[in-house]
């Protein structure tokens, strides 16, 4: 009766030590159609501060939107997700955002100060040619997925996008 005993704890013991250790619930993506795409242009008074670029997705299908904090620049690209707000002298604060409907994106900058009082650098850093990344992921891809969309090489890996510079 011990043996039992002992074998069934052993057994029980087993059971929670497997069943508690850290895994990676990482979900693998087959076959599923990941669109990525470049849109660059100047956000001005003429264009609303606005970027709009065409699409065709399902309305359960995930938009990402990254923004190059090195357009303008020779420097290597650095992505960053929007939404994001960039904090300038005087307490000025400059807003990136985006909407999506399946037909078309909208990426637009929103400031609590005119824009068009930007220095020429600043207007250059943060308005002139910038450089966006779209990311449209069909839902069914990303359901349970274990990745940080504010890293872009994370979500490149996961979906194994082939990078584009």
């Known amino acids: ?17 497997i069943s508690c250790t ?6 693998i993506v087959e076959d599923t159609p990941v669109l990525m795409r470049d849109i660059t242009g100047t956000l001005n008074g003429t264009n609303n ?13 995930v938009v990402l939107v990254y923004r190059n904090i090195n357009s303008n620049s020779t420097a290597s690209a650095v992505w960053q997700l929007l939404p994001k707000t960039e904090f300038l002298a005087g307490g000025r604060e400059l807003d990136y955002n985006f909407l999506f409907d399946t037909a078309a994106i909208e990426i637009y900058t929103e400031a609590n100060f005119d824009q068009t009082t930007l220095t020429p650098a600043e207007a250059n850093m943060y308005l002139n040619n910038q450089r966006f990344r779209i990311v449209l992921l069909p839902a069914s891809g990303g359901k349970n997925a274990n990745v940080d969309y504010n890293d872009y090489q994370s979500v490149i890996k996961f979906y194994n996008i082939k990078d584009r510079e």
């Open 1 to 17: 009766m011990k043996n039992y005993l002992t074998l069934f704890l052993l057994a029980i013991f087993s059971f929670a030590a």
């Open 49 to 61: 501060y606005t970027l709009t670029q065409g699409i065709d997705i399902a309305p359960t299908d």
């Open 22 to 27: 850290d895994r990676n619930d990482e979900v």
